[in-house]
């Protein structure tokens, strides 16, 4: 005696339940879900089961040394198109300013006769900020320049450039 469907959700609850459907889930197997929609099927999830190891055939060897990231076009013209600040009027520029016109007239100078030289232009420099900018200076971009010692007033000697 052949078998008749008076709908087609019973039709298809029989396919379930017979595991008659292409894609069976571990749960329609047992017939616990038989009027569930076939249409709702689960989606695969991601990554391996718990429990299961990789098989040595299937681990790829990263290399051992990887070279530089490249870096983002982007980032270069950012950095390009950023305007230089002006360096004109920093305390470093006026005291290099000050350095050169003793050097090009060949007079011999102090620290403190740099500091004289920015006291009468701005009497709101700092007297140590200039003196230690100037032996900074002196020992970084005019180190090519001669240096002399001489008695100070202090404890330490006062040093002579370009003499």
Do not use: C, H
């Not at 180190?143 to 330490?156: A, K, L």
């Amino acid at each position: 005696m052949p078998i008749t469907f008076d709908t087609l959700e019973e039709l298809k609850a029989f396919y379930r339940a017979f595991s008659l459907d292409e894609v069976v889930t571990p749960r329609r197997q047992s017939g616990l879900d038989v009027a569930a929609e076939p249409e709702q099927a689960e989606p695969k999830k991601r990554g391996r089961k718990p429990g299961s190891t990789l098989s040595k055939a299937a681990v790829v060897k990263l290399p051992l040394k990887r070279g530089p990231k490249p870096k983002p076009a982007s980032a270069k013209k950012a950095v390009e198109s950023k305007p230089k600040r002006d360096k004109s009027n920093t305390l470093t520029a006026k005291i290099q300013n000050a350095i050169r016109g003793f050097i090009s007239a060949d007079n011999s100078f102090t620290a403190n006769d740099i500091y004289a030289i920015l006291a009468k232009k701005d009497n709101t420099i700092n007297k140590q900020s200039v003196i230690t900018s100037v032996l900074k200076q002196m020992n970084s971009t005019f180190s090519e320049i001669t240096v002399t010692e001489r008695p100070g007033n202090g404890p330490r000697p006062v040093k002579l450039y370009n003499a």
